[in-house]
Protein backbone atom coordinates (compact mmCIF):
# COMPACT_ATOMS: atom_id res chain seq x y z
CA UNK A 1 0.00 0.00 0.00
CA UNK A 2 2.84 2.47 0.52
CA UNK A 3 3.59 5.57 2.08
CA UNK A 4 1.83 8.09 -0.47
CA UNK A 5 -1.68 6.01 -0.06
CA UNK A 6 -1.29 6.60 3.77
CA UNK A 7 -0.04 9.81 3.92
CA UNK A 8 -3.53 10.54 2.24
CA UNK A 9 -5.51 8.43 4.58
CA UNK A 10 -3.72 10.31 7.24
CA UNK A 11 -4.45 13.64 6.09
CA UNK A 12 -8.17 12.90 5.33
CA UNK A 13 -8.89 11.56 8.79
CA UNK A 14 -7.42 14.83 10.00
CA UNK A 15 -9.05 17.09 8.38
CA UNK A 16 -12.88 14.98 8.16
CA UNK A 17 -11.80 15.32 12.06
CA UNK A 18 -10.77 18.78 12.01
CA UNK A 19 -13.96 19.79 10.12
CA UNK A 20 -16.56 17.48 12.09
CA UNK A 21 -15.17 19.38 15.81
CA UNK A 22 -15.65 22.73 13.68
CA UNK A 23 -19.33 21.40 12.61
CA UNK A 24 -20.31 20.43 16.22
CA UNK A 25 -18.82 23.59 17.93
CA UNK A 26 -21.39 25.66 15.49
CA UNK A 27 -24.17 23.66 16.80
CA UNK A 28 -23.08 23.74 20.01
CA UNK A 29 -22.59 28.03 19.55
CA UNK A 30 -26.20 28.01 17.86
CA UNK A 31 -27.71 26.68 21.32
CA UNK A 32 -25.68 29.72 23.06
CA UNK A 33 -26.59 32.64 20.72
CA UNK A 34 -29.89 34.50 20.71
CA UNK A 35 -30.58 34.67 16.88
CA UNK A 36 -29.34 33.68 13.82
CA UNK A 37 -30.10 29.90 14.68
CA UNK A 38 -31.14 29.12 11.11
CA UNK A 39 -26.88 30.86 9.98
CA UNK A 40 -25.92 28.12 12.36
CA UNK A 41 -27.00 25.06 10.78
CA UNK A 42 -26.82 26.11 7.44
CA UNK A 43 -22.45 26.63 8.64
CA UNK A 44 -22.69 23.52 9.93
CA UNK A 45 -23.93 21.53 6.74
CA UNK A 46 -21.38 23.93 4.62
CA UNK A 47 -18.65 22.01 6.96
CA UNK A 48 -19.69 19.21 6.61
CA UNK A 49 -19.98 19.36 2.57
CA UNK A 50 -16.05 20.48 2.62
CA UNK A 51 -15.88 16.92 4.29
CA UNK A 52 -17.63 15.56 1.48
CA UNK A 53 -15.32 17.25 -0.49
CA UNK A 54 -11.86 17.14 0.18
CA UNK A 55 -12.53 13.46 1.56
CA UNK A 56 -15.83 11.64 -0.42
CA UNK A 57 -18.88 10.79 0.28
CA UNK A 58 -17.68 7.99 3.39
CA UNK A 59 -16.10 10.02 5.29
CA UNK A 60 -19.35 12.50 4.98
CA UNK A 61 -21.34 10.32 6.14
CA UNK A 62 -18.89 8.99 9.25
CA UNK A 63 -18.43 13.07 9.59
CA UNK A 64 -22.52 13.56 9.49
CA UNK A 65 -22.77 10.73 12.26
CA UNK A 66 -20.25 11.84 14.40
CA UNK A 67 -21.62 15.39 14.94
CA UNK A 68 -25.36 14.69 15.26
CA UNK A 69 -24.15 12.32 17.59
CA UNK A 70 -21.52 14.23 19.85
CA UNK A 71 -23.89 17.83 19.37
CA UNK A 72 -26.84 15.56 20.73
CA UNK A 73 -24.82 15.00 23.73
CA UNK A 74 -23.30 18.20 24.92
CA UNK A 75 -25.47 20.71 23.49
CA UNK A 76 -27.94 21.55 25.85
CA UNK A 77 -31.27 22.30 24.62
CA UNK A 78 -31.39 18.49 22.64
CA UNK A 79 -34.40 19.43 19.74
CA UNK A 80 -32.35 22.19 19.09
CA UNK A 81 -30.19 19.04 17.21
CA UNK A 82 -32.85 17.98 15.15
CA UNK A 83 -32.48 20.25 12.32
CA UNK A 84 -29.38 19.19 12.19
CA UNK A 85 -29.64 15.62 12.21
CA UNK A 86 -33.26 15.60 9.33
CA UNK A 87 -31.65 17.86 6.70
CA UNK A 88 -28.82 20.56 7.40
CA UNK A 89 -26.55 18.15 8.06
CA UNK A 90 -27.96 14.90 5.88
CA UNK A 91 -29.18 17.62 3.35
CA UNK A 92 -24.86 18.00 2.54
CA UNK A 93 -24.94 14.29 1.67
CA UNK A 94 -28.04 13.98 0.22
CA UNK A 95 -26.88 17.15 -2.66
CA UNK A 96 -24.03 15.25 -3.05
CA UNK A 97 -25.81 12.00 -3.96
CA UNK A 98 -28.43 13.79 -5.91
CA UNK A 99 -26.41 15.97 -8.18
CA UNK A 100 -24.18 12.82 -9.55
CA UNK A 101 -27.20 12.63 -11.65
CA UNK A 102 -26.28 15.01 -14.06
CA UNK A 103 -30.05 15.43 -14.91
CA UNK A 104 -31.31 18.92 -13.69
CA UNK A 105 -35.54 18.02 -14.03
CA UNK A 106 -34.53 14.70 -11.69
CA UNK A 107 -32.49 16.51 -9.47
CA UNK A 108 -34.76 19.01 -8.60
CA UNK A 109 -37.31 16.52 -7.90
CA UNK A 110 -35.24 14.71 -5.47
CA UNK A 111 -34.19 17.38 -3.87
CA UNK A 112 -37.68 18.80 -3.13
CA UNK A 113 -38.85 15.85 -2.58
CA UNK A 114 -35.95 15.15 0.61
CA UNK A 115 -37.21 18.95 1.83
CA UNK A 116 -40.65 18.42 1.85
CA UNK A 117 -39.76 14.68 3.93
CA UNK A 118 -37.58 15.89 6.37
CA UNK A 119 -40.15 19.01 6.73
CA UNK A 120 -42.87 16.83 7.31
CA UNK A 121 -40.68 14.78 9.74
CA UNK A 122 -39.66 18.40 11.85
CA UNK A 123 -43.27 19.38 11.62
CA UNK A 124 -44.47 15.74 13.31
CA UNK A 125 -41.90 16.05 16.19
CA UNK A 126 -42.55 19.89 16.94
CA UNK A 127 -46.18 19.02 17.24
CA UNK A 128 -46.62 15.73 17.93
CA UNK A 129 -43.62 14.72 20.37
CA UNK A 130 -42.65 18.59 21.47
CA UNK A 131 -46.10 19.74 21.39
CA UNK A 132 -45.35 22.87 20.01
CA UNK A 133 -47.89 24.62 17.81
CA UNK A 134 -46.78 27.26 15.75
CA UNK A 135 -50.04 29.03 15.92
CA UNK A 136 -48.37 32.60 15.31
CA UNK A 137 -47.30 31.72 11.92
CA UNK A 138 -50.50 30.09 10.86
CA UNK A 139 -52.34 32.30 12.26
CA UNK A 140 -51.03 34.97 10.52
CA UNK A 141 -51.00 33.38 7.15
CA UNK A 142 -52.68 29.95 5.77
CA UNK A 143 -51.00 26.70 5.51
CA UNK A 144 -50.41 26.61 1.68
CA UNK A 145 -49.12 29.92 2.16
CA UNK A 146 -46.37 28.78 4.79
CA UNK A 147 -45.62 25.32 2.87
CA UNK A 148 -44.90 27.52 -1.11
CA UNK A 149 -42.93 30.00 1.52
CA UNK A 150 -41.00 27.38 2.48
CA UNK A 151 -40.52 25.44 -1.03
CA UNK A 152 -39.26 29.03 -1.98
CA UNK A 153 -36.38 29.55 1.04
CA UNK A 154 -35.52 25.92 0.28
CA UNK A 155 -35.18 27.04 -3.23
CA UNK A 156 -32.55 30.49 -2.34
CA UNK A 157 -30.47 27.45 0.05
CA UNK A 158 -29.78 24.79 -2.47
CA UNK A 159 -29.42 28.06 -4.67
CA UNK A 160 -26.76 29.39 -1.83
CA UNK A 161 -25.42 26.24 -1.13
CA UNK A 162 -24.24 25.68 -4.78
CA UNK A 163 -22.24 28.86 -4.68
CA UNK A 164 -20.69 27.76 -1.16
CA UNK A 165 -19.41 24.68 -2.78
CA UNK A 166 -18.19 26.62 -6.01
CA UNK A 167 -16.55 29.41 -3.94
CA UNK A 168 -15.08 26.38 -1.97
CA UNK A 169 -13.59 24.31 -5.38
CA UNK A 170 -12.09 28.13 -6.56
CA UNK A 171 -11.21 29.72 -3.54
CA UNK A 172 -10.77 27.72 -0.39
CA UNK A 173 -9.51 24.04 -2.06
CA UNK A 174 -6.40 25.30 -4.00
CA UNK A 175 -4.85 27.24 -1.07
CA UNK A 176 -5.22 23.55 1.00
CA UNK A 177 -3.30 22.05 -1.51
CA UNK A 178 -1.70 24.36 -2.63
CA UNK A 179 -0.11 24.43 1.88
CA UNK A 180 0.01 20.88 1.69
CA UNK A 181 1.96 20.66 -1.49
CA UNK A 182 4.75 23.63 -1.08
CA UNK A 183 6.01 21.38 2.01
CA UNK A 184 7.20 18.78 0.00
Not at 9 to 20: E, F, M, P, V
Not at 47 to 71: D, K, M, N, P, T
Not at 93 to 119: D, G, P, T
Request: charged letters at 10%; a positive charge.
Amino acid sequence: MGEKFLNRNSTKIALAGILTALGAAVLFLENIFPTGKLGFYALAGFILSAVVIECGLSFGWISYAVVSLVSFLLVPEKTAVIPYILFFGMYSMVKSHIEKLNRLIAEWILKFAFFNLSLFFMWNIAVKVLELIPSNLLATLPLYAVVLLLQAAFFGYDWVFTFWVQYYLKRIQPKIHGNRNSGR
